[in-house]
């Protein structure tokens, strides 16, 4: 499993864990051993690669019956610089290509059956209130030309015949991370509000539901390709504050107009906070997956509890 230790990994290995599966991390510790297999490491939980030099030996792909990528520079961490950007789309096209090409060297019989990635629903640019399904074509600007190079460094696996899912996902809410833990602090001075408009669509989905769905990706042969990783409820930005505000049991009234969130945030602000994108879960809803916590307020008291 790459990108383990974040936000999101940290949430699937520990589902996967109480289910009963072991789970191997892909770490940045120390060179690639030649020769390790799934089975020298199952003491350790760990093998080493280096995306970014493209190391990783062909033996460590063997024997898993599926292999979970989530790695990337974070996106929102600081502003994006020509620098940024390019270290943004390099390390998931470049780690993303290297576990695709080594799986599809792997001989059949000792290959995994999936190749889980993750993706973004940025996939789909600034689209207004047009609703958003994993058949939407692809959106225009930086992040979805990222998602679109991001997916397509997966083609070496789908190729060879291993079954390979896109996890498109949205703002993920969960205790201790993500977006959410960006806005609480503000929101609890009573600086909160509505960012530029706040009719733009705000695509969510509770760090429960987000685990849940990769492990359901590992297990159901049916969701190969793009899945939508959104909650069923939709809401706007405007929608949003106000439901964080009655949970906070704090005023969410105070406007960020969009030309203050440009200057603050500089490129990235477009994509990330004013782009308007209704994306629905059209995949899971017609596959029978249950979200835990389908609706905002829910998702918002238990992330906060």
């Not at 030649?34 to 690669?49: F, I, R």
């Not at 689209?127 to 460094?153: K, M, N, P």
């Amino acid at each position: 499993m790459g990108g383990s230790s974040g936000f999101i990994g940290h949430a699937i290995r520990a589902r996967l864990a109480t289910a009963g599966h072991e789970v191997v991390r892909l770490v940045r510790t120390g060179p690639p051993v030649p020769g390790q297999t799934a089975g020298d490491v199952a003491g350790t939980g760990m093998l080493p690669w280096d995306p970014d030099r493209g190391l990783l030996d062909p033996a460590c792909v063997r024997g898993f019956d599926a292999i979970v990528h989530l790695g990337g520079v974070s996106i929102a961490s600081g502003r994006w610089s020509a620098g940024r950007k390019q270290a943004i789309l390099e390390s998931r096209v470049r780690s993303t290509l290297l576990l695709a090409e080594r799986i599809a060297a792997t001989p059949p019989a000792s290959r995994p059956r999936a190749f889980v990635v993750a993706s973004a629903i940025g996939y789909y640019g600034d689209r207004g209130d047009e609703t958003l399904r994993e058949t939407s074509a692809a959106g225009e600007g930086f992040l979805a030309d990222v998602c679109r190079a991001w997916e397509e460094a997966a083609a070496p696996a789908a190729r060879a015949g291993v079954r390979v899912s896109h996890a498109r996902t949205g703002m993920v809410l969960g205790r201790g991370g993500g977006a959410l833990k960006a806005m609480l602090l503000p929101f609890r001075l009573g600086l909160g509000g509505p960012i530029g408009n706040g009719r733009q669509w705000w695509p969510w989905i509770s760090l429960e539901d987000a685990a849940a769905v990769y492990v359901r990706l590992l297990e159901d042969e049916s969701l190969a390709g793009p899945v939508n990783l959104v909650a069923p409820e939709s809401v706007t930005c405007g929608e949003f504050v106000r439901a964080l505000g009655r949970a906070l049991h704090r005023p969410a009234v105070l406007p960020a107009p969009a030309f203050a969130v440009r200057l603050l945030l500089g490129e990235m602000a477009g994509p990330l906070l004013l782009a308007s994108a209704n994306v629905v879960p059209d995949r899971l809803s017609r596959a029978g997956f249950t979200f835990a916590e389908p609706e905002l307020e829910g998702a918002l008291r238990a992330a906060l509890a």
